[in-house]
């Protein structure tokens, strides 16, 4: 069993919101951990609170939307610290808030350009070597519409559901490969996707903006349990599970110890 110094974690969309909580939270079981992101100046600040706090974290400006520089990214790492064990495919963007009939085709090509061809970029890059050693982890980051309908958030909701699917469907691929691919539903959580909600007033709908005000006020869930769920699906204690979304609300704990049949916890989620 690796011990958690030995494990490099890279994190896409690791500046703000969820994957920097997750990048933070994976410092301080002294994992190494690669910061994958657009901005440097937010990137700088992730790095500097990880290292501040005893942690060792790696800088790596890339856009998703782009393969060369997600590879280039992969292999810097790589030659820093050796294999990527853990991705964390987490970069997405909201993308257009209204009736679908008013979204300009720009914006929802913005949106599956990151939220899946991002995703499918950044697994292209670590797929191949994860293979070639027989091991590895990868978590992508679901959100609200990957199994439900998300009104208003036409786009979103699509690619978020397109990214399970793509999941299940590399996860059959690799199964007898001992690389393990999931998708982690993080819950409702105060990011910069909930102030766009609040500035978009009656255009994101009524529920949508007493669930964001509600967030606004609350921060929504714990990161605490956001971070068990993705160290969790990281260790080798969930190697018998791959294909699945699982929602940090979910009983996941129950998975250490019980597979998950078939077709439960998939993108349909038939849970009975």
Known sequence: MRS?????????????????????GFSHTKAKIGLLGR?????????LEIEDSGGTALRLR????????????VDRMTSEWGAVHTLIA???VQGPIGPFAENRSSAWQEVFETNVIGVMNSCRAVLPRMLERRSGKIIVIAGQGSSSPRPRFAAYA?????????????????????????????GETY??????????????????????????ITGGTLSDRQIQLALFLASERSNHLTGKLIYVQDDWKKFEHDSAR???YTLRRHLK
């Not at 901005?39 to 790095?47: A, Y």
């Not at 397109?162 to 998708?183: G, M, P």
């Open 191 to 216: 990011t910069s996707m909930t102030d766009e909600i609040l500035h978009a007033g009656e255009r994101a709908g009524v529920h949508e903006i007493e669930s964001a005000e509600k967030v606004q």
């Open 4 to 24: 958690p110094q030995d494990v490099n974690v890279l994190i896409t969309g690791a500046g703000r919101g969820i994957g920097k909580r997750l990048a933070i």
């Open 158 to 186: 699509a690619s978020k559901a397109a990214i399970v699917r793509f999941v299940e469907c590399i996860a059959e691929e690799t199964r007898d490969d001992n690389v393990q691919i999931n998708c982690m539903f993080p």
């Open 90 to 92: 987490n970069a997405g």
């Open 62 to 73: 890339a856009d998703v939307r782009n393969y060369e520089q997600i590879t280039a990214a």
């Open 39 to 47: 901005s440097q100046g937010e990137l700088d600040v992730t790095k």
């Open 262 to 264: 078939p077709d439960a």
